[in-house]
């Protein structure tokens, strides 16, 4: 670094006294005829280099404190750019991570709601089974309820119809003399018992 700012030193001041001479040989040589063109031509380049070595020499500290700044400024931009990326690729792996177990615990709610609603099925069928047999159960017993009622009036109708039949059998059939006879049992038989 040390040797670098000697040897711009030195350049600057050659320079310095390169366009200091100059100007007088170019007056010098403007009697000469075609080597002023030449000179004059030297003289331009040299205090071009004069020019841009000054402006280089003071502008370098805040050119040089710019391009450092500007160089950490996109440094730290590239920093952030990268660590947002990798925030980015995290939210990104949390996310899938999220979307697969979604994916399988949707699968497990649809199973598990198949489940219940196979076992809700078979509940409901067996409750129904239940009700149908009970239904089929006081059906049955009211039609054996209703059986034996139909039974009991079947008997007690045929009753009086042989009743009715047989009395009416009698009246027709029985002569007068079969009813003094059977009165005459009667009457026997009352007689005996007393």
């Given at each position: 670094m040390r040797f670098r700012t000697q040897r711009l030193r030195v350049t600057l001041l050659l320079g310095a006294i390169?366009?200091?001479?100059?100007?007088?040989?170019?007056?010098?040589?403007?009697?000469?005829?075609?080597?002023?063109?030449?000179?004059?031509?030297?003289?331009?380049?040299?205090?071009?280099?004069?020019?841009?070595?000054?402006?280089?020499?003071?502008?370098?500290?805040?050119l040089a404190h710019f391009f450092a700044v500007r160089t950490q400024s996109i440094q730290d931009q590239l920093a952030e750019a990268q660590r947002a990326r990798q925030e980015a690729e995290a939210k990104l792996a949390e996310i899938e991570a999220s979307?697969?177990?979604?994916?399988?615990?949707?699968k497990e709610i649809r199973e598990a709601a198949e489940k219940e609603a196979?076992?809700?099925?078979?509940?409901?069928?067996?409750?129904?089974?239940?009700?149908?047999?009970r239904i089929m159960d006081r059906a049955r017993r009211e039609i054996d309820g209703m059986t034996r009622a139909a039974q009991l009036e079947l008997k007690a109708h045929t009753a009086e119809l042989s009743i009715q039949l047989a009395k009416e059998k009698i009246q027709t059939e029985m002569t007068d003399e079969d009813r003094s006879r059977?009165?005459?049992?009667?009457v026997a038989k009352v007689g005996g018992r007393e």
């Amino acid at each position: 670094m040390r040797f670098r700012t000697q040897r711009l030193r030195v350049t600057l001041l050659l320079g310095a006294i390169a366009c200091l001479a100059l100007p007088g040989l170019v007056f010098a040589a403007e009697g000469a005829g075609g080597k002023s063109e030449l000179w004059l031509g030297i003289g331009k380049l040299a205090n071009l280099i004069l020019v841009v070595a000054v402006l280089v020499y003071v502008a370098r500290k805040p050119l040089a404190h710019f391009f450092a700044v500007r160089t950490q400024s996109i440094q730290d931009q590239l920093a952030e750019a990268q660590r947002a990326r990798q925030e980015a690729e995290a939210k990104l792996a949390e996310i899938e991570a999220s979307m697969s177990s979604l994916d399988r615990e949707l699968k497990e709610i649809r199973e598990a709601a198949e489940k219940e609603a196979h076992e809700e099925y078979e509940r409901l069928v067996a409750a129904a089974e239940r009700d149908a047999e009970r239904i089929m159960d006081r059906a049955r017993r009211e039609i054996d309820g209703m059986t034996r009622a139909a039974q009991l009036e079947l008997k007690a109708h045929t009753a009086e119809l042989s009743i009715q039949l047989a009395k009416e059998k009698i009246q027709t059939e029985m002569t007068d003399e079969d009813r003094s006879r059977l009165f005459e049992r009667f009457v026997a038989k009352v007689g005996g018992r007393e």
